[in-house]
């Protein structure tokens, strides 16, 4: 599986941006599909996530108010809108996949992308 992210970039407080990842090579075993992050110095986060066959969401908690995960099932892209960002929100975002585990924790995908770098400014 290959996963390509894009769409971040420099904003400043208050902003929005929408994230897209563009999926090539998935198969049926690779079921969910999400974002996680990493901001500097910190651990890496879980952001969102979904069932690739029907769409399910799981966002976090703290986040749900202002980020929203979605797919086109078509085009094979994952997008993540992200809503009056906060400078908190300046990290690393990172398009994942896996088939297994827990959709919150990092060791359940299997694949990662390479990243793009979301900065918020204030």
């Known amino acids: 599986v290959q996963l390509q992210a894009s769409g971040g970039g420099l904003v400043q407080a208050g902003d929005s941006l929408r994230l897209s990842c563009a999926i090539s090579g998935r198969t049926s075993n690779d079921r969910f599909m999400g974002w996680f992050r990493q901001p500097p110095g910190k651990e890496r986060e879980f952001v969102a996530a979904?069932?690739?066959?029907?769409?399910?969401?799981r966002h976090r908690e703290s986040l749900k108010a202002r980020f929203t995960i979605s797919r086109d099932y078509a085009k094979n892209t994952l997008y993540l809108q992200m809503n009056n960002l906060d400078p908190e929100d300046t990290a690393v975002y990172y398009c994942?996949?896996?088939?297994?585990?827990?959709?919150?924790?990092?060791?359940?995908?299997?694949?990662w992308g390479q990243g793009t770098q979301v900065t918020v400014s204030s």
């Open positions: 979904l069932v690739w066959s029907n769409g399910n969401t």
């Open positions: 994942v996949a896996g088939n297994e585990g827990v959709l919150s924790r990092p060791s359940s995908y299997l694949y």
